[in-house]
């Protein structure tokens, strides 16, 4: 089974820390970087997958951008994310642009991870120490059983 996952994870790595980990036990999968493709023919895929750190309650504009203009219709999807407070809304955002392509949603995994974003930092951050290698297996354990 083809599968895409396109990502944004650029200030700590929490969200490529769980792709790299699902990557690694399945070499077919295709780790999409939404900062450095913005265009991409994702109809070849039989499973898109969606993950990004949560910027105030919802997925990165690069992803959210990226499903808009490239979710063909019809396709089954799932998402992965890292947040310093992880809520079942922060999927929200992503899930819209899903429903409104018709898709058909596989599966959610959320877990903590290490957040400095915005106030966060004048605190030196929140949830340090994640995602765990507990939390890493448990999207590896996701993705397999998708």
Do not use: W
């Not at 996952?5 to 200030?11: A, G, T």
């Not at 951008?65 to 310093?84: H, R, T």
């Not at 966060?120 to 590896?140: D, M, R, S, Y």
């Amino acid at each position: 089974m083809t599968t895409a996952i396109i990502y944004y994870s650029k200030h700590h790595g929490n969200t490529k820390k769980l792709l790299d980990a699902i990557s690694s036990v399945d070499s077919e999968v295709e780790l999409v970087d939404a900062t450095e493709k913005h265009e991409l023919d994702l109809s070849r895929y039989d499973r898109i997958g969606f993950a990004s750190g949560i910027y105030y309650g919802k997925f990165a504009e690069q992803v959210l951008n990226f499903a808009k203009v490239n979710l063909p219709l019809d396709k089954d999807v799932f998402y992965i994310a890292s947040a310093g407070n992880p809520t079942k809304n922060c999927f929200n955002s992503i899930a819209e642009i899903a429903k409104e392509k018709h898709s058909n949603e596989l599966g959610r995994y959320i877990c903590h991870g290490f957040d400095t974003f915005g106030p966060f930092k004048l605190v030196g951050g929140i949830q340090k120490g994640h995602p765990t290698e507990e939390e890493i297996q448990g999207a590896v354990e996701f993705y397999k059983y998708l």
